[in-house]
Structure formats: structure tokens, C-alpha cells
């Protein structure tokens, strides 16, 4: 079997359980087949010249980190992955910045990192390159000669071609792209949205369902969702210790009705508009006044952009507005933990809420809903509202899908789901499960790979 070099912004190192699911999945697939996984270290340097790989191994994996400079931080990492092609991908225009200097660093860090892995890689190896931060990786490689299989999978959204075609430097990104041999994506739209701008675009077209030929390349373009280690997640949310903390959560005199939501405090998860319509959940049923309780876990995530400040005060004035008007000496509505919380109590708490609320205003995929899935007791589950807008609710149908900028259409599924007979929970929660185990991590990563080692298929004349 050739050997796999796993390409990413972040690299997870040996020690990377805590991460969860993706990265350990990754990392166990490296260990077994033998690989590297290469990319930046999470540390700055002040110049390019204190530029240096370091190298670790474990087992059949290497580990080869880079770091980047303080500039490229600023530049590259917050300006143009996190403040451009972020809120782009994301559908939201509204958000996005674009500067010369930031599109400049973003071509600059690729290069940069195709230099170094160029010199380390055998003419057998295939290269898996995950999402946005390197999305020139593949160009900047064959540029330097490099003939090897190159795939890259698109963990977040891939918009429409009105969307795309705002970003000023759209035909470049879309050129880079177009020197992989095969392009993953999490979902149907994703990839109808990147061959409709290919085709129309780029005059590309279709040799087959999942065949595109655009700028003199042929690339396999497919569909690979995403999944989560389901057996692993499902054990921690039985352990004793979780039971406990279950205990905990339904004690007497606390409310009857958990509800929770764990996201990054990113502004693609709808937070403030799932706030709104827990307050709609309340207005509109009063009966639920001293009776639910919305806990809402959002660690921080990219401090230094300014959306993500904004949203982060808005969430904040937002739940305070909510317990302020409906909190009682008894009773806390919103319970907002803005910090990581362990995975073994997040576990814990999906178990024990009778609602996992997950509604993205945009996502790839969304690994919440489908951990809250797996963590349930199949016997008396609790009920998924999802977001139409999540890649997840491409496959998981049977959730209540919820538009989430509806908030009287969040309100009432969430009403729905609190006086759901236990028959109706078991049922649409026995098909949710199964499909969270046929697209477990597992099988994500297999296809991925099956895909990359294939030799290219031959074109229709
Ligand atoms: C990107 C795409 C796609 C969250 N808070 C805590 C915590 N988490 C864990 C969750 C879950 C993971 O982080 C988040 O994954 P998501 O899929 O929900 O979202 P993104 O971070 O935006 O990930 C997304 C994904 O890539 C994979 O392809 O699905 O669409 O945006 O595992 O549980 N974990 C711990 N403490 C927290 O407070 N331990």
C-alpha cells in the first residue's frame, strides 16, 4: 500500500484523544498504513528565516510541523482563511474582508509549505490535503514537478456561484482547485455548487456523474460525509460517571426539560437566532416557564477576528435580556458556559437533555448532531432539532429540520419534541443511529481513500 501524507493547517499530534473523533480517526488510519502528516504548528515566528520543520514520530506515523510568522498570522491565517474564505464558503459576503496583502500571504504560506513537503515526499505517496487554509497546496506541488495523487476533501460548505463570484480572486481559487485529481465535499449541494461554477464558469463540463473536466485537468469530484468514532462516543455517555452527572441534571425541583447546544462561538451557528427562539419557546408555550432550560456550551474560537467578538457580546446580551425577563429566584432559562468543556461531560450532558438543539445558519456537516445522536439511550431518547441548512440534515431526515432563522418555526418544533410520545423518539431516533453509524468516521476516511488510490479513470472520447 502507498504511503499517505496527510496535509492540514493544524497537525494533531501523537497525544491528539482529546481532540475527538476526525483527528483520532486520521491518525489511527496514518499509524496503520504508515504516513506523515504535515503542516503548521499553531506557533509564530517573528521572520522566515527562523523558519525550521521539527519532526516526530509514533509508530508508522511522522509528524513534520512548520511555523509560520507573526505576519503570515495576521495576514494568512486570521485575514484571508478566517476573514475571507471563512465567510465566503459560509454564503456570507456581508462578513468578509478582502485585501491584496492577505491574498498575497495566503499564496506566500502555501508556497511556503509545498517547499518543504515537496523535498519530503516519494514519487508513490498520495496526498490528502483537508480544507480551506491550503487550498493551493496542489498547485503550488505541481508547480515544484510534483506528479503524485492529490486529493483535497472541503470540510465546510461550498456555496453557489453568485456567491463565489464576489470573492475578487474567485478564478485563481478555482484554478487551484482544479489541480487535484479528486475534490470531496460533505454534501450533494456542495458539490452541484462547484461543478455548476466549473461548467458555467469555466467551461468545464461532466464526463460523468462524479467526472469533471475543466482547465485541461480531469478531476473526480465527490461526496464523503464526514462522521464521528460512534461506538467511542456512545461508551462515554454511558459511563457511571456520566450517569451521575445525569442525576445531576434531572435533580428535584430543577426543570423537566434539558435542552442543549455545544458550538464553537462561531457566528455560521446561528446562536443568537437559536436564543431568539428559545425565547419564542417560551412565549408562545408558557407552560415551559420554569420548566426548560436551554444550555448553551460555546468555547471560544479566533478571539482576534472581529465577528467573533460581535457575536460574542451579542450572545451574551442576549441570554442576560432572556433570564432577566423570564428567571425566576428558581430558575435559570439560559445557561450559557462560554468555555471548552471536557468531551467525556459533553457526552454526559447529550445524554441527559431531552433536546439537542443544532441550528447552523450554515455548516458542513456538523459533528454535534451526530454525537448527540449516538450518545442517547436507545430506549428513551431524546429528540434532534436540526438546522436544514447543517450538511447533516442531507442524511439525517429524521430530526425535526428546522429553518433556524424561522424562530417561531424553531419554537414550535421545539414544542414538538417536548411532548413527543416515547414510541415516535424511539423510532425516528433507531433510523437516525443507523445512519450515524453508516457515515461513522471510519467509513468517511475509507472512501476518501478508497477514492485517492484509484488510478484515474479513462474519459469517455
Ligand atoms: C468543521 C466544519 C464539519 C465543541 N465544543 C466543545 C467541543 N466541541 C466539539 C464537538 C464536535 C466538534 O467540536 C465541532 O465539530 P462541528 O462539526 O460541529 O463543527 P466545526 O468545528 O465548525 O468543524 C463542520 C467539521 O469541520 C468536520 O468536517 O462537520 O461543518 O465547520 O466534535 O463536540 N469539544 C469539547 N469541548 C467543547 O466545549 N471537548
Not at 509549505?113 to 497546496?137: G, K, M, N, R
Amino acid at each position: 500500500m502507498r504511503r499517505l501524507v496527510v496535509v492540514s493547517n493544524r497537525v494533531a499530534g501523537p497525544d491528539c484523544q482529546a481532540a475527538g473523533g476526525l483527528a483520532v480517526c486520521v491518525l489511527d488510519g496514518l499509524r496503520e498504513r504508515g504516513g506523515m502528516w504535515f503542516g503548521w504548528n499553531g506557533e509564530t515566528v517573528p521572520d522566515a528565516s527562523e523558519i525550521g520543520a521539527a519532526c516526530s514520530r509514533l509508530e508508522n506515523a511522522i509528524f513534520v510541523t512548520v511555523p509560520i510568522t507573526e505576519e503570515d498570522y495576521q495576514e494568512y491565517y486570521l485575514g484571508y482563511c478566517n476573514g475571507a474564505l471563512w465567510p465566503v464558503l459560509h454564503y456570507r459576503l456581508d462578513l468578509a474582508r478582502f485585501t491584496q496583502e492577505n491574498g498575497e500571504a495566503y499564496r506566500r504560506v502555501n508556497d511556503r509549505f509545498a517547499e518543504t513537503l515537496a523535498s519530503l515526499l516519494s514519487p508513490d505517496d498520495v496526498v490528502w490535503v483537508h480544507d480551506y487554509h491550503v487550498i493551493p497546496l496542489a498547485s503550488c506541488l505541481r508547480d515544484r514537478g510534483v506528479r503524485n495523487r492529490i486529493g483535497i476533501f472541503l470540510h465546510i460548505p461550498f456555496p453557489p456561484p453568485d456567491v463565489l463570484l464576489a470573492m475578487p480572486d474567485h478564478e485563481w481559487l478555482m484554478n487551484a482547485f482544479a489541480r487535484y485529481d479528486l475534490i470531496g465535499f460533505q454534501t450533494k449541494t456542495d458539490q452541484a455548487n462547484f461543478c455548476r461554477f466549473a461548467c458555467e464558469q469555466m467551461g468545464g463540463e461532466m464526463a460523468c456523474d462524479d467526472l469533471l473536466r475543466v482547465a485541461g485537468n480531469t478531476i473526480s469530484v465527490s461526496v464523503f460525509p464526514v462522521g464521528i468514532d460512534v461506538e467511542s462516543f456512545a461508551e462515554m455517555a454511558r459511563r457511571p460517571e456520566a450517569e451521575k452527572r445525569i442525576q445531576w441534571l434531572h435533580r428535584r425541583g430543577e426543570p423537566r426539560v434539558n435542552i442543549i447546544g455545544v458550538d464553537r462561538l462561531d457566528y455560521t451557528k446561528g446562536l443568537p437566532d437559536r436564543l431568539r427562539s428559545f425565547r419564542r419557546l417560551l412565549e408562545l408555550y408558557p407552560q415551559n416557564c420554569k420548566a426548560a432550560t436551554l444550555m448553551q456550551i460555546a468555547p471560544p474560537t479566533r478571539k482576534e477576528v472581529k465577528a467573533y467578538a460581535d457575536i460574542r457580546h451579542e450572545l451574551e446580551a442576549l441570554s442576560g435580556e432572556i433570564n432577566g425577563q423570564f428567571g425566576d429566584f428558581d430558575w435559570t432559562p439560559v445557561r450559557y458556559v462560554h468555555r471548552n468543556v471536557p468531551r467525556d461531560i459533553l457526552a454526559a450532558l447529550f445524554r441527559g437533555s431531552q433536546i439537542g438543539l443544532v441550528t447552523p445558519l450554515r455548516d458542513g456537516m456538523n459533528l454535534v448532531a451526530k454525537e448527540y445522536v449516538a450518545a442517547q439511550d436507545e430506549s428513551n431518547p431524546g429528540v434532534l432539532v436540526l438546522s436544514r441548512f447543517a450538511g447533516a440534515a442531507e442524511y439525517l431526515q429524521e430530526a425535526l429540520i428546522v429553518n433556524p432563522y424561522d424562530a417561531d418555526d424553531v419554537a414550535q418544533a421545539m414544542q414538538r419534541a417536548i411532548v413527543m410520545p416515547r414510541e415516535e423518539r424511539i423510532e425516528r431516533h433507531a433510523a437516525l443511529i443507523a445512519k450515524v453509524r453508516e457515515h461513522d468516521a471510519r467509513n468517511w476516511m475509507g472512501g476518501f481513500l478508497r477514492a485517492l488510490d484509484a488510478p484515474a479513470r479513462p474519459l469517455a472520447a
